[in-house]
């Protein structure tokens, strides 16, 4: 029978363990610990689960500090939308402000323009009217200066006319007065012997009075002796009628 070998020893010597990999962990942000739990000394840790756990470690921290940067980004970008959107404020008042300020010049431009064009009108208009007003005293005076000059020969043809009337007049009633003189003469001659009243006496009477108190001014007597010679002619027709 083959003998039987008795198993071969046991190495009791641990096996040498093999050294964990080093990492580069990021740098530790300021104000921040980070407390790593120590390792269980119950039971020996795989280096396959320490490995997991730095790099669950390692991504938490990148990932927190990612955020952190995203927000520390997020709060400078929104300071800085503020700063814009205050400086677009302020730059918006200062031109609404200037065109403001533009469009009142303009206007109280246009104002004064329009002012100044309706004062000018009101200046030529009251020159005009000034002009127009001297124009027509120039032609009133000139036409009353015709007037005066065309009354001043009515007045000379009127007084020569006149003086002609009154010489015809005076050589009138001269003559008769002659041949009332001369027919009284003759009819008082004829008629003698007859006691007979004048041939209207009265206004004989008042005709020789009105030419002794108006000598030279016959045109005086002319109403009296007018009624005289009517007088005369009526009592002839009366004497002619009668027979007498």
């Known amino acids: 029978m083959p003998t039987l070998s008795g198993p071969p020893p046991c190495d009791t010597a641990p096996a040498p363990e093999e050294s964990a990999p080093i990492l580069s962990l990021p740098p530790v942000v300021e104000d921040e ?17 320490v490995e997991g756990e730095l790099r669950q470690k390692i991504h938490e921290e990148m990932h927190r500090s990612l955020e952190e940067e995203i927000n520390q980004k997020r709060q400078e970008l929104l300071l800085q939308l503020v700063e814009m959107r205050a400086l677009a404020q302020v730059e918006a008042t200062a031109a609404a402000q200037a065109q ?6 303009k206007t109280l431009g246009a104002e004064k323009l329009a002012q100044s064009e309706k004062l000018t009108k009101a200046i030529m208009r009251e020159r005009m009217r000034t002009e127009d007003q001297r124009l027509m005293v120039q032609l009133y005076a000139h036409q009353l200066d015709e007037k005066e000059k065309q009354l001043q020969k009515r007045d000379a043809v009127y007084m020569e006319h006149i003086a ?21 003469e003759e009819t008082h001659q004829r008629f003698a012997h007859f006691d007979r009243q004048p041939v209207c006496g009265d206004l004989q009477s008042q005709i020789l009075k009105c030419y002794k108190e108006n000598t030279g001014k016959t045109l005086s007597c002319s109403s009296i002796a007018s009624a005289y010679m009517q007088c005369v002619d009526n009592a002839k027709k009366n004497k002619l009628s009668t027979g007498g």
């Open 33 to 49: 610990i980070i407390s790593v739990p120590p390792p269980a000394k119950a039971l020996p840790v795989s280096p396959e689960v």
């Open 100 to 105: 403001v300020e533009e469009q009142v010049k």
């Open 164 to 184: 002609k009337l009154e010489t015809k007049c005076t050589e009138f009633y001269k003559v008769t007065a002659e041949s009332f003189q001369k027919g009284k």
